[in-house]
Nanobody, 122 residues
């Protein structure tokens, strides 16, 4: 119904930058909230950034001031610009989208991307 494809992960040195992208496709009627989560080894998945349909943003304290979330509504795409990366940012990053999808009827959806690895070396 709705597929999310992430890109942009990789290996970077501490202090460097990466930009993650997540594109949604399918029988989408509208997307409300889009967010980025991450999961480090041995830890639970945590929400790090969220953006609403009205472009209101919120961030986890651990990334505030370093990461910026943005979206392109016309392309159903969300971005995460990550600056001043630290080794503790190493994790698999997942995007999530919530909205309305049309199948035999219009209903809510919540979809996840497959995850992209971000590794920050010291």
């Amino acid at each position: 119904q709705v597929q999310l494809v992430e890109s942009g992960g990789g290996l970077v040195q501490a202090g460097g930058s990466l930009r993650l992208s997540c594109a949604a496709s399918g029988s989408i009627v509208s997307i409300n909230t889009m967010g980025w989560y991450r999961q480090a080894p041995g830890k639970q998945r945590e929400l790090i950034a969220r953006i609403t349909g009205g472009a209101s943003t919120s961030y986890a304290d651990s990334v505030k001031g370093r990461f910026t979330i943005s979206r392109d509504n016309g392309r159903y795409t969300v971005y995460l610009q990550m600056n001043s990366l630290k080794p503790e940012d190493t994790a698999v990053y997942y995007c999530n989208a919530q909205g309305l999808v049309a199948t035999t009827r219009i209903h809510d959806f919540s979809a996840w991307g497959q995850g992209t690895q971000v590794t920050v070396s010291s």
